[in-house]
């Protein structure tokens, strides 16, 4: 008798307090892998809701990604061009600033997106699990948009100013990676820390204001002095800038092997601690984002 009143006591504690399942990020490498693939949807969709989102109630909508670049493609060919009278490398003034511009821009939108990225999302990271690496990086692929419509300008402007690039565009798709790579590795440490500490919202901009002022956007990379090029080539935008230039005008300054080695090796190592951080603190964005 008691055996069988234990037994229906079990049975109905057991139905008042049904097992818990907890769902938790994979701390399997491979697994987790795995799950960014497996959600690969989920990326698509979050990338695709914040193109939309971008550009909705806007009067020039995606004419944006023109106005801006050109915006300050004129600001600066004044600037530099006609009053500060830095060389041109034989290329139009306007056509070797945009050009420069055309990685800047998609690095400073990237950076800028995937550091705010997890913020924005708080509440889908609070509520259900995925890869959260899916939120910066959906937002780095919203800002390769607004690159290669920015691009279509770029093209319209080499045919105006009769510029014609040589067989060198076959290595602008390396430069490309090198500054995917990063957006992408200082993105997501930034966004990272920015769950915790959110003094990096008002450190964010700063950097961007302060990296274009470092990359040789509005300038030729001829103009830094010999004696300062090794420590100026540790920022990764300098090669990526000067590659798209190399690719595509005609007479640009050259690239050296080593400048494209180190450019390589140091964008390498800030993806590399990165996505190392991102993976070591992710597990704790829902409890304190």
């Given at each position: 008798?008691?055996?069988?009143?234990?037994?229906?006591?079990?049975?109905?504690?057991?139905?008042?307090?049904?097992?818990?399942?907890?769902?938790?990020?994979?701390?399997?490498?491979?697994?987790?892998?795995?799950?960014?693939?497996?959600?690969?949807?989920?990326?698509?969709?979050?990338?695709?809701?914040?193109?939309?989102?971008?550009?909705?109630?806007?009067?020039?909508?995606?004419?944006?990604?023109?106005?801006?670049?050109?915006?300050?493609?004129?600001?600066?060919?004044?600037?530099?061009?006609?009053?500060?009278?830095?060389?041109?490398?034989?290329?139009?003034?306007?056509?070797?600033?945009?050009?420069?511009?055309?990685?800047?821009?998609?690095?400073?939108?990237?950076?800028?997106?995937?550091?705010?990225?997890?913020?924005?999302?708080?509440?889908?990271?609070?509520?259900?699990?995925?890869?959260?690496?899916?939120?910066?990086?959906?937002?780095?692929?919203?800002?390769?948009?607004?690159?290669?419509?920015?691009?279509?300008?770029?093209?319209?402007?080499?045919?105006?100013?009769?510029?014609?690039?040589?067989?060198?565009?076959?290595?602008?798709?390396?430069?490309?990676?090198?500054?995917?790579?990063?957006?992408?590795?200082?993105?997501?440490?930034?966004?990272?820390?920015?769950?915790?500490?959110?003094?990096?919202?008002?450190?964010?901009?700063?950097?961007?204001?302060?990296?274009?002022?470092?990359?040789?956007?509005?300038?030729?990379?001829?103009?830094?002095?010999?004696?300062?090029?090794?420590?100026?080539?540790?920022?990764p935008m300098v090669v990526v800038i000067d590659g798209f230039r190399w690719s595509l005008l005609r007479g640009s300054a050259p690239l050296s092997f080593t400048e494209i080695v180190l450019s390589t090796c140091v964008t390498v190592s800030v993806l590399w601690f990165g996505i190392r951080y991102f993976r070591k603190t992710e597990q704790s964005f829902a409890d304190v984002i």
């Amino acid at each position: 008798m008691k055996n069988g009143l234990s037994l229906n006591l079990e049975n109905r504690m057991s139905r008042d307090n049904p097992p818990t399942l907890i769902i938790e990020a994979g701390r399997i490498e491979s697994r987790y892998w795995g799950d960014l693939w497996r959600h690969r949807e989920l990326f698509a969709f979050l990338a695709w809701r914040d193109v939309l989102v971008r550009y909705k109630q806007t009067v020039f909508g995606i004419a944006w990604a023109w106005l801006r670049p050109l915006l300050m493609m004129l600001t600066f060919t004044l600037v530099f061009g006609n009053l500060a009278k830095m060389p041109s490398e034989g290329v139009p003034y306007p056509v070797l600033v945009f050009v420069g511009l055309l990685p800047w821009q998609f690095f400073s939108s990237a950076f800028t997106e995937a550091s705010n990225s997890l913020l924005g999302n708080s509440n889908l990271i609070s509520k259900v699990y995925f890869p959260r690496l899916i939120i910066p990086a959906g937002s780095v692929l919203v800002s390769f948009v607004d690159f290669a419509v920015a691009a279509v300008l770029l093209i319209g402007m080499m045919f105006w100013y009769q510029v014609v690039p040589d067989w060198r565009i076959i290595t602008l798709p390396f430069f490309m990676l090198i500054g995917i790579f990063a957006s992408v590795g200082i993105g997501v440490w930034v966004a990272a820390l920015n769950v915790k500490y959110r003094d990096f919202r008002y450190v964010v901009p700063f950097i961007v204001q302060f990296g274009l002022y470092i990359s040789p956007v509005g300038f030729s990379t001829s103009v830094v002095p010999e004696k300062w090029r090794l420590l100026y080539d540790l920022n990764p935008m300098v090669v990526v800038i000067d590659g798209f230039r190399w690719s595509l005008l005609r007479g640009s300054a050259p690239l050296s092997f080593t400048e494209i080695v180190l450019s390589t090796c140091v964008t390498v190592s800030v993806l590399w601690f990165g996505i190392r951080y991102f993976r070591k603190t992710e597990q704790s964005f829902a409890d304190v984002i």
